[in-house]
């Protein structure tokens, strides 16, 4: 049974914007879909509620759940409320717009731009997988600098997925979703809690000792990668972990894209966090040694990708 998602209700007023209604939630955060008062502009607010840490009173308000959670809940609020700050500075056209934030109720809200677009996930989901690799080139490679300037500024996304991904009007993708964003490097014994998505998340992020680094977003974006291949996510890294039943990408899928393609999506997916890229930059080296099939432009590739998802070019 789908655990109730505790939620403002619509129509609460939060520093100059009412909240329109609830678009999810996970194990820190809910979701909202909002309007700024004074011009009527739709925004996503994120706020800050740890469920297994607080709960809400009937004021609203979000408070610990009792002494023993009350350090780890004041900690994780303060750690959003530095990493919504600096999320804020990070501009980005590969990056979801985080342009406010704000106390309010006992906890922090994130404020960012609404964008109308495809949802990866779901033209996923619709299309049972099979995507090009003129499409996987055309949209890893702008989620790869978004994602470099993440990691330039010290962050972790910690939750790539392609449910976490958008891609706008006219073909351009977008990275959103950082609700789950970490400083690095530390261990998670220094995080407030395990942020998991089964079969995108690598070992690390289920081992309370495990260190998280680029190499951690890496995993997720090669198996990101996979997932636009079979339709589905990956093997769950902690199965694999202890008997690895996923054919390499290159055998499975050797007769349908490049070997170089396949090549790097094994690599991001290595189990073993030292036999990973470390860097985004080695990364885009390794999945740029072979350019696309088709030659084409950077605008003819987007305008493909544009027709393909919503029927014009």
Same mark, same amino acid.
């Given at each position: 049974m789908r655990r109730r998602l505790d939620s403002l209700k619509p129509g609460t007023r939060l520093d100059g914007y009412v909240l329109e209604k609830p678009l999810g939630g996970g194990g820190f955060s809910v979701v909202y879909r909002a309007r700024q008062i004074d011009n009527g502009q739709l925004v996503v607010i994120k706020e800050y509620m740890p469920n297994k840490l607080a709960r809400r009173n009937r004021r609203g308000e979000v408070q610990a759940k009792n002494e023993n959670t009350e350090s780890r809940f004041s900690r994780g609020r303060k750690l959003f409320f530095q990493e919504a700050s600096t999320l804020a500075t990070l501009k980005h056209s590969n990056i979801v717009n985080v342009f406010n934030f704000f106390q309010a109720n006992g906890t922090v809200y994130m404020v960012m731009e609404y964008q109308d677009g495809k949802n990866l996930q779901h033209y996923?989901?619709?299309?049972?997988?099979?995507?090009?690799? /003129?499409?996987?080139? /055309?949209?890893?490679p702008p989620l790869l600098d978004g994602l470099e300037l993440i990691h330039a500024n010290d962050l972790l996304h910690l939750d790539i997925k392609p449910s976490n991904i958008h891609i706008k009007h006219g073909g351009q993708p977008l990275l959103l979703d950082f609700g789950a964003v970490h400083g690095f490097p530390q261990s998670r014994l220094e995080q407030l809690g395990q942020v998991i998505s089964p079969g995108f998340s690598p070992v690390e992020q289920y081992d309370s000792k495990g260190y998280v680094g680029p190499w951690t977003d890496l995993y997720a974006i090669g198996a990101t990668m996979r997932a636009c291949i079979e339709g589905h996510a990956p093997v769950n890294a902690r199965k694999r972990q202890d008997h690895d039943t996923l054919k390499p990408a290159r055998i499975a899928f050797r007769k349908r894209y490049s070997d170089s393609l396949l090549r790097t999506i094994d690599w991001a997916m290595e189990v073993d966090p030292l036999l990973r890229p470390q860097s985004v930059a080695q990364f885009r080296d390794a999945l740029a040694v072979e350019t696309l099939l088709e030659q084409e432009t950077p605008r003819s590739a987007f305008g493909r990708l544009a027709s393909a998802l919503w029927g014009k070019g």
């Open positions: 996923l989901q619709n299309r049972r997988g099979g995507l090009s690799e /003129t499409f996987l080139r /055309t949209v890893f």
